[in-house]
């Protein structure tokens, strides 16, 4: 386990021409940064000064009805310590309750919430239980946003809190060592890396069908404990992501743009149906990559070998999919603003096949491999891509990921963003696991502490892979404490 800061690791990436890159986090001088920027993202700005809480960042917006008062949204983050019934653990709220301490005027979704038991991501995932109170559960994480924002004095400013409604697909595991997985399509290269995808058989429509009534549920029981909005979580592999990139499955759900996307349309009418009201948004894995596996001589990221056309995506080109084709995402965000579906977070990829797309970082995860480029190159194509949605319909709201790996160079880009109307808020996972007061402090304070910057280790990603509970172990005093991964 390392624990010392980022000068003691070596800094194995590399930049697009294959010279070593600087991690941000070592760069000491804007001229210094700025190259790196403009060679990683030829496309994209960013400002010398930024003016921190007199800026961007600190502009009020007006969301599903409330005036917001700045622009940082927490991303979701569980942190694989719930309990067995899916309720939530003191680890657990102390997280909401530092999101709410963040002064963050979004918060998207807490953490992954499944709604049914079977379709959690890990055992300790928080869920809708037949043998749980439910309401209970809701209403402990929303006072620990409340506390957490009480504490730090925001009580008086309006805030959104969402959750996010998840079912976990072919990554499911309900139960210690026992995946269930629910693919919605044959995959080839998910089949050899994980064989017992290749021996289960695919959620049937009828599944599906009846799932929406779990989410329907769910939902209600969000919207009576005074949750603002939902997200339709379908990003990062799991079952509504996988039926978006299903251009094989028969059926109603696969296939065409219009079957692929039916079950997310029929979730968003269900939820409609069930609580008038509530605000509906959704994540989304905008685009994507084939999986990619360690070169075993450099153990550098690459693609596995793959046919084409790559038919098994969302958001790529078939032929060339290792790249982006934002024409189905905006198709989507267009369909589904005709069903008044306005917040979109938008991300990419898949923690589980390519992490150095998903969450851009210096050191890969346990079960990952060495960045195959300069990790500002993700950086900038997660900007692209919450550019590309946001363009797709008037009217809609964007929040953009990505921007931990930045660190000190973080308010250099994120405020170029937004002042060219890339996306409306700038979402924070890895950095507010390491410093929760981030957001507050750079709007309040005009400062950021860089001894709690996030540094990009991957511990929080490595923690659960070892079946550890999930937090920043080089950086939390709390779990400092614990034995990390
Ligand atoms: C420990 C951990 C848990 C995460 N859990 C979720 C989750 O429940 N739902 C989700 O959509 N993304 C999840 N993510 C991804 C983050 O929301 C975010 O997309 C990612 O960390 C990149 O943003 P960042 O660069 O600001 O960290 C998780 C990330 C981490 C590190
Ligand atoms: S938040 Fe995660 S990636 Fe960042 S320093 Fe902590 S353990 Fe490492």
């Known amino acids: 386990m390392s624990t010392n800061g980022e000068d003691n690791k070596a800094s194995p990436s590399v930049s697009p021409g294959g010279s070593p890159s600087v991690s941000p986090g070592k760069v000491r001088t804007f ?24 800026g961007p960042l600190a502009q009020s ?12 949204a927490i991303h979701p983050m569980e942190g694989w310590d ?26 998207w979704g807490g953490e992954a919430f499944a709604v049914v038991p079977e379709g959690r991501a890990n055992p ?48 499911s595991v309900p139960l210690p060592g026992a995946p269930a997985p629910k693919p919605a399509q044959r995959n080839p290269l998910l089949e050899q890396r994980y064989p017992h995808h ?31 909005f939902v997200d339709l979580k379908a990003c990062h592999g799991y079952l509504v992501h996988d039926l978006l990139g299903a251009h094989t499955r028969s059926g109603p759900f696969g296939g065409s743009f219009n079957n692929r996307t039916r079950f997310l349309r029929m979730l968003v009418e269900a939820v409609r149906a069930e609580c008038m009201g509530l605000g509906i948004g959704v994540r989304l894995s905008a685009f994507d990559c084939v999986p ?35 024409s189905e995402p905006r198709e989507l965000v267009r369909a589904l603003e005709r069903m008044d579906v306005r917040l979109w977070n938008v991300s990419a990829g898949s923690p589980y096949w390519c992490p150095h797309v998903q969450r851009p970082a210096t050191f890969p995860p346990s079960d990952g491999y060495l960045p195959p480029r300069d990790p500002l190159c993700e950086v900038a194509a997660l900007f692209a891509a919450a550019e590309a949605v946001r363009s797709a319909a008037t009217g809609i709201t964007v929040v953009s990921t990505g921007a931990t790996y930045l660190q000190e160079w973080l308010p250099h880009v994120v405020e170029a ?11 924070l996972g890895r950095m507010v696991l390491s410093d929760p007061d981030y957001p507050r402090r750079l709007l309040q304070e005009n400062r950021i502490d860089r001894r709690l910057l996030c540094r990009t280790f ?21 779990y400092k404490n614990l034995q990390g991964p």
């Not at 963003?417 to 979402?427: K, L, P, Q, S």
């Not at 991957?458 to 005093?477: F, H, K, N, V």
């Open 198 to 228: 290749a021996t289960a058989a695919l959620i049937s429509d009828a599944e599906l069908e009846d799932l929406i009534g779990a989410y329907a549920a769910t939902a209600k029981l969000a919207w009576n404990a005074g949750f603002d």
């Open 82 to 107: 719930g309990t067995e019934q899916g309720a939530p653990s003191e680890w657990t709220l102390r997280r909401w309750e530092h999101f709410g301490r963040s002064g963050a005027a979004l918060i």
């Open 61 to 72: 917006i007006t969301v599903e009805g409330k005036q917001l008062p700045n622009r940082f």
């Open 417 to 427: 963003e937004i002042a060219r109307g890339a996306t409306d808020f700038v979402g």
């Open 292 to 326: 990619h596996e360690a070169d075993p001589a450099t153990g550098i990221g690459r693609p596995m070998q793959h046919e084409l056309p790559w038919r098994h995506s969302f958001g790529v080109n078939q032929q060339h999919p290792e790249r982006a084709d934002f």
């Open 458 to 478: 991957s511990e929080c990603t490595s923690a659960p892979r070892a079946g550890l509970i999930s937090g920043c172990y080089p950086l939390d005093p709390d």
């Open 31 to 54: 001229t210094q940064f700025a190259a790196q920027w403009a060679q990683a993202a030829p496309e994209r700005s960013l400002v010398e000064h930024p003016q921190l809480g007199a």
């Open 124 to 171: 300790r995932q928080l869920c809708r239980h037949p043998q749980t109170d439910n309401a209970a559960t809701l209403a402990k994480l929303r006072a620990a946003v409340l506390k957490g924002r009480a504490q730090a004095g925001f009580t008086d400013q309006p805030f959104l809190l969402g959750l996010q409604l998840t079912h976990s697909g072919r990554f």
